[in-house]
C-alpha cells in the first residue's frame, strides 16, 4: 500500500514563502512522474507544477518565475518551494504521484495567503 504524506502547508501574507513536501512511502516501484495540484473553493483542481524522473519540469502559466518544484528520487519525495506568494494562490494543494499505470494522491494541505 502506498501513502503519501504531506507537509508545509499554513497560512502566509501576501509576498510570503512556504515550502510543501510530499514523501511517498511502502511498495512502489519506477516513480516516474511527482507534481502538485491545487484547487481552490468553487473551482476545478488544477495543475500546478509536475517533474519527472531525469528532471524535466512543467509549471502552468500563473506560477512561473515564483514556484519551484523539486524531487529526492532516493527519498521518494517532491518539494515545492513557493515564492511571492498571492492570495489567488490559496488553495488546497495536492501531492500527485505516477509510478507506472498506477496514480497516488495525498490527503491534501491547506495553504492561506492573505493579509
Known amino acids: 500500500q502506498v501513502q503519501l504524506v504531506e507537509s508545509g502547508g499554513g497560512l502566509v501574507q501576501p509576498g510570503g514563502s512556504l515550502r510543501l513536501s510530499c514523501a511517498a512511502s511502502?511498495?512502489?516501484?519506477?516513480?516516474?512522474?511527482m507534481g502538485w495540484y491545487r484547487q481552490a473553493p468553487g473551482k476545478q483542481r488544477e495543475l500546478v507544477a509536475n517533474?519527472?524522473?531525469?528532471?524535466?519540469?512543467y509549471y502552468t502559466d500563473s506560477v512561473k518565475g515564483r514556484f519551484t518544484i523539486s524531487r529526492d528520487n532516493a527519498k521518494n519525495t517532491v518539494y515545492l518551494q513557493m515564492n511571492s506568494l498571492k492570495p489567488e494562490d490559496t488553495a488546497v494543494y495536492y501531492c500527485?504521484?505516477?509510478?507506472?499505470?498506477?496514480?497516488?494522491w495525498g490527503q491534501g494541505t491547506q495553504v492561506t495567503v492573505t493579509s
Open positions: 511502502g511498495t512502489i516501484f519506477s516513480i516516474n512522474t
Open positions: 500527485n504521484v505516477v509510478a507506472g499505470r498506477d496514480a497516488y
Open positions: 517533474i519527472r524522473r531525469l528532471g524535466s519540469t
